[in-house]
């Protein structure tokens, strides 16, 4: 699996948009890069997957250079609820490589 | 059933007393996984289920863990006798067949062990 770095921790206020960039310099071709979204006292949540340029769904954007070595997590306006932890992941889920590292993820906190 | 469920959400228990956590999958789902989540940290895979079988076990902290899948449905993560350092949230999460790079993985709520 590559190895991923984030930021231990975002501070925020609400409206603003919040970008978490995440580095993963050895990252195999085959790879994807997914993010997941832990709210306190809950389990991960899936919240967007890509493999190069950018992807958008109703929650967040990821955009991925095309040296793929980076990806960034754009999460539009936010509001308190979007205080969360967030995870990078990277691997190849075509594969049976199913040993996935969420790390200690990114704590974004938003304030009021 | 509608999304993964665990029991108990909380366990109490004594140090060098045995636990079973349950896990059930979305139905369907065929790959199931545990994973333990430590205070303030990341998770820590334990363990993956592709049906009722566990390719690798390599995840599994001690000899004290044991996990099983039984109908390629419910999982039970046995830890005997329990030490204070297996205090944790215990998530499961499971996926369905493998849709190669769009697999996945849908969580439980986890059981909250703590070890006295």
């Known amino acids: 699996l590559a190895k991923t770095t984030q930021p231990i921790s975002m501070d925020s206020y609400e409206g603003q948009e919040v970008n978490i960039t995440c580095s993963h310099n050895?990252?195999?071709?085959?790879?994807?890069i997914t993010w997941y979204q832990q709210f306190p006292s809950q389990g991960p949540r899936f919240i967007i997957q890509g493999y190069k340029t950018k992807v958008t769904n109703e929650v967040a954007s990821l955009f991925i250079p095309a040296d793929r070595k980076s990806s960034t997590l754009s999460l539009p306006r936010v509001s308190l609820s979007d205080t969360a932890v967030y995870y990078c992941l990277v691997g190849d889920f075509g594969s049976n490589d199913y040993k996935l590292s969420f790390g200690a993820g990114t704590t974004v906190t938003v304030r009021a | 059933g509608a999304g993964v469920s665990q029991s108990p959400s909380n366990k109490v228990t004594e140090k060098g007393k045995d636990v079973e956590l349950r896990c059930d999958p979305i139905?369907?789902?065929?790959?199931l996984y545990w994973y333990r989540q430590r205070l303030g940290q990341g998770l820590e895979f334990l363990i993956y289920?592709?049906?009722?079988?566990?390719?690798?076990k390599s995840g599994l902290p001690s000899d004290r863990f044991s996990a099983e899948r039984t109908g390629e449905s419910v999982s039970t993560l046995t830890i005997q006798r329990t030490q204070q350092e297996d205090s944790a949230v215990y998530l499961c999460a499971s996926s369905g067949p493998p849709l190669g790079a769009l697999d996945t993985q849908y969580f439980g709520p986890g059981t909250r062990l703590t070890v006295l």
């Open positions: 050895n990252i195999a071709t085959n790879d994807y």
């Open positions: 289920f592709q049906g009722n079988s566990a390719p690798d």
């Open positions: 139905s369907g789902h065929t790959a």
